[in-house]
């Protein structure tokens, strides 16, 4: 029971670790109604200005301090992914408004692309290391119930911790705030909304820059756990099942789709891996996704469309 426990809690934390990069696609498609598959390169771009920041500031300004190198970094950082907002919709995104999906879905790529080599270009190629002191050692808990408690990965609980703060606010933001509401108009019919005053402009700056710091805040998690290194804009791609299962448009779906990938991962590979091959960690997100899709198109908690002719 105590390892069963150990493992499901594990899945449970990485599965909140998934739910923030899925986190990021959620917002850009609910606010505009475009599917990003530049959010894996955001997360690497934010991830490589975080690590380089930190080390820059100390040298730039003289001063020896970790915390105040990655406050500094922090702040730099941010307005690196504003700036990125910012060039986004200026120059791919205002000349495709009214434009179909696909269109948009084209661009998103191409914005991946341009994106991976700005910042190899103005960050270098190595891999690096992001240190935002988050607790590496392992802890015992319930030592009293099983016998030598219960392993946990304090980073991973840290970081669960952080992810499941930032789902409370973003869910707040979008369902009581002006803006929030502005941009699901947006997202509803971009017509429709320019038609009552909305900026359209000013939305999809607002929406890729909260895109942008989510990015970041996924890239400073995972680049303290893997360091930063190119290979980490593919944690984006375990967010796609993440997505698909709990609904393009629910912010709550990315994070119960997180948790069910994690925890299944885990599980099926430590239960039935033994039984037909391992690897199970590698495609069981994949097949569980196809298997929504059959029965369940818009995920668990997304919205059925219905085109009316």
């Not at 402009?201 to 607002?206: A, D, K, M, P």
């Not at 890729?208 to 980490?232: P, T």
């Not at 818009?298 to 469309?305: E, Y």
Request: include cysteine; hydrophobic fraction near 60%.
């Amino acid at each position: 029971m105590a390892f069963f426990l150990e493992t499901l809690i594990g899945g449970l934390m990485t599965g909140m670790l998934y739910a923030l990069v899925a986190l990021g696609f959620v917002l850009i498609f609910k606010a505009s109604g475009v599917f990003n598959f530049a959010q894996g390169a955001m997360v690497l771009f934010a991830a490589l200005a975080m690590a380089r920041f930190s080390e820059w500031f100390p040298i730039w300004f003289g001063f020896d301090n970790l915390w105040l190198a990655n406050g500094l970094a922090l702040v730099a950082s941010m307005a690196c992914m504003v700036a990125v907002a910012w060039l986004v919709e200026r120059w791919a995104l205002r000349g495709l408004v009214n434009q179909p999906a696909i269109t948009l879905l084209m661009a998103t790529l191409g914005i991946s692309y341009f994106l991976d080599g700005a910042g190899q270009l103005l960050f270098g190629s190595a891999a690096y290391k992001i240190d935002v002191g988050l607790p590496k050692d392992p802890m015992f808990v319930l030592e009293g119930t099983f016998p030598g408690g219960l392993l946990l990965n304090k980073e991973d609980l840290v970081s669960a911790v952080i992810a499941a703060m930032l789902v409370g606010v973003l869910t707040l933001f979008f369902q009581k705030t002006r803006t929030g509401r502005a941009l699901r108009a947006v997202a509803d019919d971009h017509q429709a909304a320019q038609s009552v005053g909305i900026a359209l402009s000013r939305i999809w700056v607002i929406v890729w820059s909260v895109g942008g710091l989510v990015a970041l805040v996924a890239g400073i998690i995972w680049g303290s756990k893997l360091g930063v290194q190119f290979s980490i804009s593919l944690v984006a791609l375990k967010a796609f099942p993440v997505v698909i299962l709990g609904g393009l448009t629910s912010v709550p779906g990315a994070i119960v789709g997180g948790l069910i990938i994690g925890v299944g991962e885990k599980l099926s590979e430590i239960y039935l891996g033994p039984a037909i091959g391992g690897g199970i960690e590698n495609w069981f997100a994949y097949v569980l996704a196809l298997a929504l899709l059959l029965v369940r198109p818009q995920g668990l908690f997304g919205d059925k469309i219905i085109d009316r002719v």
